[in-house]
């Protein structure tokens, strides 16, 4: 982890110049250069500013341009809360610290994914990290084409470019199961989808898999009903509701992830819709909470922990020079419990 001084080269900004641009303490630079999940985001981006503005560059990071390694991996996340990605980084950081790494963390949240402030994030600045992992929505293409012509060890996560390794659940054995078991098993014929945003690659893949296996399964194009939002509690449960208000019939829902089926939990029960009674219901993910509501939730399993422990081992492979693979793909498979009508409360066999 880099640690700022105030001594610099004559003509060189420093920290306190940085310090005084921003209008914080020293103490909050070094804070949002080493920890910024632990500061203000409104507080962050001004300091961010000033360090892009003065041209800052932290004694670390000239260790760095002479060939010095710092020991770090960096992590960019759209946003720090929720079960997904806590963990993620926790499986980030296992092996991080296995390998005796440091990790340097960064939510882009309070940002637009355009902004120019984003390229001097530390954790996808090489003044401050070996190679980066990066999280969907939390860098825009631009910036990973930047980190491209850089040469930086980049992994990308449920993320595709041409030039880098990815990591990504392959859903497709965990979505036909779903799809299959509603439909085969408990003879759903209208089930509808509560997909992800519709330029997450994700959720376009997951989406793509529930109608293939509908029409595999006999399910007409009627009988599909699909509607999109963001990977939250909210967005499913107005999804729920929209879906009820829209008069269209459907006996069963797969959503694109357990967030998005738990707020869809809740929207049904706001709306008398029980569930599985009225209508059946399978999420995407067996985060640590989907065995804990009410009814608890049936799931495709695929671990977060183990998504990022692949991540950062691919991280450390293209950093030390070793060929990473090109693209990861890890499995997944269907977990029955109550809200599928089921009552099981153990992996499909």
């Known amino acids: 982890m880099p640690v700022l001084q105030s001594g610099s080269p004559a003509g060189s900004p420093t920290v306190a110049d940085v310090?005084?641009?921003a209008g914080v303490s020293t103490a909050t630079v070094s804070r949002v250069l080493n920890l910024p999940h632990r500061v203000a985001p409104a507080t962050r981006t001004r300091v961010i500013a000033a360090v892009q503005r003065l041209g800052y560059v932290p004694n670390s990071a000239a260790r760095r341009l002479a060939g010095a390694p710092t020991g770090t991996l960096g992590l960019v996340l759209p946003e720090l809360s929720g079960p997904y990605f806590s963990e993620l980084l926790s499986g980030v950081e296992q092996v991080s610290r296995a390998a005796g790494l440091h990790l340097l963390v960064s939510s882009t949240e309070a940002l637009d994914p355009?902004?120019?402030?984003?390229?001097?994030?530390?954790?996808?600045?090489?003044?401050?990290?070996?190679?980066?992992?990066?999280?969907?929505h939390s860098l825009a293409?631009?910036?990973?084409?930047?980190?491209?012509?850089?040469?930086?060890?980049?992994?990308?996560?449920?993320?595709?470019?041409?030039?880098?390794?990815?990591?990504?659940?392959?859903?497709?054995?965990?979505?036909?199961?779903?799809?299959?078991?509603?439909?085969?098993?408990?003879?759903a014929r209208h089930v509808a989808c509560l997909a992800g945003p519709t330029d997450a690659e994700a959720s376009i893949r997951r989406e793509r898999l529930w109608a293939?296996?509908?029409?595999?399964?006999?399910?007409?194009?009627a009988g599909r009903l699909v509607m999109h939002g963001h990977w939250s509690e909210e967005e499913g449960r107005e999804m729920a509701l929209a879906l009820v208000a829209s008069g269209h019939p459907f006996d069963a829902v797969f959503a694109v992830s357990d967030e998005v089926a738990i707020g869809a939990l809740h929207g049904f029960e706001q709306a008398g819709v029980r569930v599985p009674e009225d209508v059946l219901l399978i999420g995407f993910d067996d985060s640590p909470t989907a065995?804990?509501?009410?009814?608890?939730?049936?799931?495709?399993?695929?671990?977060?922990?183990?998504?990022?422990?692949?991540?950062?081992a691919q991280l450390?492979?293209?950093?030390?020079g070793r060929a990473a693979t090109r693209e990861v793909l890890l499995p997944t498979t269907l977990v029955r419990?109550?809200?599928?009508?089921?009552?099981?409360?153990?992996?499909?066999?």
Do not use: K, Y
Not at 144 to 150: A, F, K
Not at 175 to 181: D, S
Not at 293 to 309: D, F, K, N
């Open 114 to 136: 355009e902004s120019d402030l984003l390229p001097s994030l530390p954790p996808a600045d090489p003044a401050f990290v070996d190679g980066t992992i990066i999280l969907p």
């Open 141 to 187: 293409s631009s910036h990973i084409d930047r980190l491209v012509r850089q040469g930086r060890p980049t992994v990308l996560v449920e993320r595709t470019h041409p030039l880098l390794p990815t990591v990504s659940f392959d859903p497709a054995l965990g979505v036909r199961e779903a799809i299959r078991h509603l439909v085969l098993d408990h003879g």
């Open 212 to 221: 293939q296996e509908l029409v595999a399964c006999g399910v007409e194009a």
């Open 291 to 312: 065995a804990w509501t009410r009814p608890p939730l049936t799931t495709v399993a695929a671990p977060a922990r183990e998504l990022g422990r692949v991540a950062a």
């Open 19 to 21: 310090a005084r641009l």
């Open 316 to 320: 450390i492979a293209a950093i030390e």
């Open 337 to 349: 419990r109550a809200s599928c009508g089921c009552g099981a409360s153990s992996a499909d066999s």
